[in-house]
């Protein structure tokens, strides 16, 4: 926990009094960790694995965010009036969560307003997010919106590799067309045509980008 941005700018003390307060539970791959309309009175924070944020009709999935260790998520049901999940929350791996109840949150937060400010910051980076893959739905054509998605998650999932990086997560053709609002058979094109012109590498189901500054010069092109 001490790693975890959120609590930066607490003190040693304050810390070792907050850890007992944290349960820890572990999910296997596929698991859902809630879903969206139910009541929640939990915050969750990463130790390990992968969770994906979506919104389902129980046909398609949209996919919101996807989230790995020292992220945090659930706090808007703790925060909001309406007290209900605004998403579904599911582990892509097995998964640990660090679990806070609302009481424990709702004291912590009153007693040390610069964790609200943390968390605030992260709301609204998150809600720019969604307001760029907003317009990109609307201005962007498909084959835009997978290259602008895949240097989005190089942000969170990145690994650098000489002049390339590396998306650290094993994604579906399906997965992909749920963040972009496409469908498999497109993302499965486009990728292949991003392969065949040495702009990516497919490596162990894991999409690496050849050259960052190149793909960065052909999204916006
Ligand atoms: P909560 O509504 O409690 O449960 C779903 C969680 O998903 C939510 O809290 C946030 O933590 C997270 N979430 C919801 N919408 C988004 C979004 N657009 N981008 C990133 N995370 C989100």
Do not use: W
């Amino acid at each position: 926990l001490r790693n975890f941005p959120f609590f930066q700018d607490l003190e040693e003390d304050d810390l070792d009094k907050l850890s007992p307060l944290f349960l820890t539970r572990t999910y296997e791959k596929g698991t859902d960790v809630f879903r969206e309309g139910e009541p929640g009175d939990e915050l969750y924070i990463i130790q390990s694995g992968i969770v994906k944020i979506y919104r389902d009709d129980g046909v398609r999935d949209v996919i919101l965010a996807i989230f790995r260790d020292d992220d945090f998520f659930g706090e808007m049901a703790l925060l909001e009036n309406e007290q209900v999940r605004s998403a579904s929350a599911q582990t892509l791996e097995k998964t640990t969560l660090y679990v806070l109840k609302r009481r424990d949150f709702v004291s912590l937060v009153y007693q040390n307003p610069m964790i609200s400010l943390r968390i605030l910051q992260t709301a609204l980076d998150r809600l720019r997010k969604t307001n760029e893959m907003t317009t990109d739905l609307t201005m962007r054509d498909a084959r835009t919106r997978i290259m602008k998605m895949l240097l989005r998650l190089t942000d969170k999932h990145g690994i650098l590799q000489k002049s390339g990086v590396l998306i650290d997560l094993k994604l579906t053709h399906q997965q992909i067309a749920d963040m972009t609002g496409t469908v498999r058979e497109t993302v499965t094109k486009v990728l292949l045509e991003l392969q065949n012109q040495q702009v990516i590498l497919v490596k162990k189901k894991k999409i690496y980008i050849c050259n960052l500054a190149e793909f960065e010069r052909l999204v916006e092109a």
